[in-house]
Structure formats: structure tokens, C-alpha cells
């Protein structure tokens, strides 16, 4: 796990302007965030670098990453996509 200092700058970075992103990435953290290591936490941060439209239309399937992408940045990107299948809440 990344300390919690790196993970609140995860999360606050994650405050994005499109409502989809913003509900994708609040189910990912509340279903990875105890397990994020320092190789998903500098994944995360690439994705989130992206413009809100491109960071959508990556975890909408509509365009992919590069094949030479950080293996990483592949793994989150999965998982956020996971995140839009799934209910992200259980009861």
C-alpha cells in the first residue's frame, strides 16, 4: 500500500470534471485503494494526466493505449474499467 499522504494526492487529483470519470474512479478507489502499491499508484497518475475525454474514452473502450504502455498503466486501466461493469456498491 502507498502511504496515505501519496493516496490522498491520488484522490485529489482524481476530481475530475466529467461525472462518468468522477464515478469510475470513486469505485475504483473504494475497491482498490487498501491495495494500491506504488507500481498501480504511478499507473493512476498517467491516466490521470489525461484530459477528462480521453481518460473517458480509454475507460469506455473507445480508444486503447498504446502497446508499448507501462504494463502498470494496462492494469489500472483494466481495473477502471471493471468499475463501469460492476455495481460499486454491495449490500
Do not use: Y
Amino acid at each position: 500500500m502507498i502511504d496515505p499522504i501519496a493516496l490522498s494526492r491520488l484522490k485529489w487529483h482524481s476530481r475530475r470534471g466529467m461525472l462518468e470519470n468522477d464515478l469510475v474512479l470513486t469505485a475504483f478507489f473504494r475497491r482498490h485503494e487498501a491495495a494500491l502499491d506504488a507500481s498501480a499508484a504511478q499507473g493512476l497518475a498517467a491516466l490521470l494526466a489525461l484530459e477528462d475525454g480521453d481518460l473517458w474514452d480509454l475507460i469506455a473502450a473507445r480508444s486503447e493505449l498504446a502497446p508499448d504502455a507501462d504494463r502498470a498503466v494496462h492494469s489500472v486501466l483494466e481495473k477502471l474499467r471493471e468499475c463501469t461493469t460492476r455495481p460499486a456498491i454491495s449490500i
